[in-house]
């Protein structure tokens, strides 16, 4: 009996190790909540854009967010999206002066 419970004992402990070791790995790399997985192909006021994130995977893309948290998608390619991000990157540069 005492063998018995020395073995559950046993498999109890490397199930929590086991558990809290894939836990601590899952939890130190950064996951996204959103992804771009299709681009839209109209060209947008960029006077709405707050914020942006860049993507490489599963495809690339620049996710633009809006005041009102609405996320867009669209191909960094274009010009009017690199004016975007530097219109965004300006105004981020003088609000921290």
């Known amino acids: 009996m005492k063998l018995h419970t020395a073995a559950i004992l046993l498999l109890f402990w490397l199930g929590v190790f086991t ?5 601590g790995n ?12 299709k681009l839209s192909t109209k060209q947008l006021n960029i006077r709405n854009f707050v914020n942006y994130e860049k993507q ?3 495809i690339d893309a620049i ?9 867009i998608c669209v ?3 274009q010009k009017w ?13 003088a609000k921290r002066k």
């Not at 899952?26 to 996951?31: E, I």
Request: charged content about 20%.
């Open 56 to 58: 490489q995977v599963p």
């Open 19 to 23: 558990v809290h070791t894939v836990k």
């Open 26 to 37: 899952a939890s130190s790399q950064p996951m996204r909540k959103f992804s771009c997985v």
């Open 75 to 77: 191909s960094p390619n």
């Open 63 to 71: 996710m633009f967010i809006t005041a009102g948290g609405i996320r």
């Open 81 to 93: 999206v690199q004016a975007a991000i530097k219109r965004i990157d300006e105004s981020r540069a």
